[in-house]
Structures are given as structure tokens and as C-alpha cells.
């Protein structure tokens, strides 16, 4: 079946612009996460929704940054005035739940690119 | 703070020859571990958690409570291993994962 799907593949932005990031997560899974990946480093947790809503958002690196869920399957990472440091690969991932016996899924990311 | 350590940037083996990828941990509590794999041009995916005490694709990982580790291995390198491999941690009673910064493994034919 499908996988997670993330749109779109790149992004170019300048300083000081606004994006959004999508992220189709497998159908019926209830758990999607977005993680954050710079170069020479491993994915960092950003934020997780359980549904609707945000479970735990203490990734988010400040109020520039935000995620929303609103159907409780697709989602949308938000972020307002963009940094060069904000250049990175943007992963998102699901999974049929929370416990130990449902691994994440991930998607092939979006690679945002500040100039 | 709960810290995931892969001392190991880069690992070049050659076909057949062992492979042992190494993966520190530092957490307080009763850790969930897992090796998560990215092959070329392919997403991150699952390789294998440390409860199911599985063997894939030849690998295994034991959890080293004494140590804080949780190594990969595989008695016989092939060149489809080659990928980039990451080890993650869970944390009591949440649900995201702490990753490590990776290992790059290439299997020399």
C-alpha cells in the first residue's frame, strides 16, 4: 500500500519567508510524528500528534514553528520567518499507535533549502 | 537527559568479513531500543528492536544494561548492507525517538 507521503520533495525559500510542509501519513494510522534531520545528524524530534491533537510538541525549537492535525490524518508543518539555520530535512512519520509494537513509518522527507 | 551515541561516523568491511555497528545509550530508566536502516536513495525503515530479539537480514543487537549498549552485528558483511544506520532510544512513557547521529556502512565487494 501507500506509504507516507510528504510534499513537496524540495523547498527553496529566502530569509524571512513563511512555508508549510505536508505530511500524508498511512491511512489509519492515529500517531504521526515530524522530525527534523540537519546534515551529519540523526532525526531530531520535533512533535507528535495522537490524533487531533498535539501530544507532545516539546521538540519545536521555538514560536516560529508550528504543526497542525486538524482531521486527525493529514498534517501541516508551519514555519514563520525562516532562518538559514532552519535549512534541513523535514521527516515526518505514523504509526498505527503508540506502543512498542507499532514502529514508525517514515516518509522520504522534505528538504527545505533558506537562502 | 537521555543521549544516544554512535562513536562511529563512517565503517568500511569488507564482503564476509564480521561487522559490528557500536550504539551507546544514557538513560536512568528502562530503555526501548531500536536500529533503524536508510539504503540509498530509500527511506528511514525499521531494521529491528532490541525486545523482539530478532535476527534480520543476519543482524542482531543485544541490549547491554551493564554497558549501555546495544551493538549491531552480523557474522558476514554483504554488499547490500551498505546503507546508513541509525540506533534510536524510547523513553519510558513517551513516544518519540532519540536517534543517534548514524553510521555510514559500506561493504567492499
Known amino acids: 500500500g501507500a506509504g507516507v507521503s510528504q510534499t513537496p520533495s524540495n523547498k527553496v525559500t529566502e530569509k524571512g519567508k513563511y512555508v508549510e510542509l505536508r505530511c500524508d501519513p498511512i491511512?489509519?494510522?492515529?500517531?504521526l510524528y515530524w522530525y527534523r534531520q540537519s546534515l551529519g545528524q540523526g532525526p531530531e524530534f520535533l512533535i507528535y500528534?495522537?490524533?487531533?491533537?498535539?501530544?507532545?510538541d516539546s521538540g519545536l525549537p521555538n514560536d516560529r514553528f508550528f504543526a497542525v492535525r486538524p482531521e486527525g490524518s493529514v498534517s501541516t508543518l508551519k514555519i514563520q520567518r525562516t532562518e538559514r539555520g532552519d535549512s534541513a530535512v523535514y521527516l515526518c512519520?505514523?504509526?498505527?499507535?503508540?506502543?512498542?509494537?507499532?514502529?514508525?513509518?517514515f516518509g522520504n522527507g522534505t528538504r527545505l533549502t533558506v537562502t | 537527559a537521555q543521549r544516544v551515541t554512535q562513536p562511529e561516523k563512517l565503517l568500511s568491511v569488507f564482503k564476509g568479513a564480521p561487522v559490528e555497528l557500536k550504539c551507546n545509550y544514557s538513560?536512568?530508566?528502562?530503555?526501548?531500543l531500536f536500529w533503524y536502516v536508510q539504503y540509498s536513495r530509500q527511506r528511514l525503515q525499521l531494521l529491528l528492536r532490541h525486545i523482539s530479539r530478532e535476527s534480520i537480514k543476519g543482524f542482531t543487537a543485544d541490549l547491554n544494561k551493564g554497558e549501555t549498549s546495544f551493538h549491531l552485528k552480523k557474522p558476514f558483511a554483504q554488499e547490500e548492507d551498505s546503507a546508513m544506520y541509525y540506533c534510536a532510544l524510547r523513553v519510558t512513557g513517551a513516544n518519540n525517538l532519540f536517534f543517534g547521529t548514524g553510521t555510514r556502512l559500506t561493504v567492499i565487494p
Open positions: 491511512s489509519g494510522h492515529t500517531a
Open positions: 512519520a505514523s504509526s498505527p499507535g503508540i506502543s512498542y509494537n507499532s514502529p514508525l513509518h
Open positions: 500528534f495522537q490524533g487531533t491533537g498535539a501530544a507532545d
Open positions: 538513560y536512568s530508566g528502562s530503555p526501548e
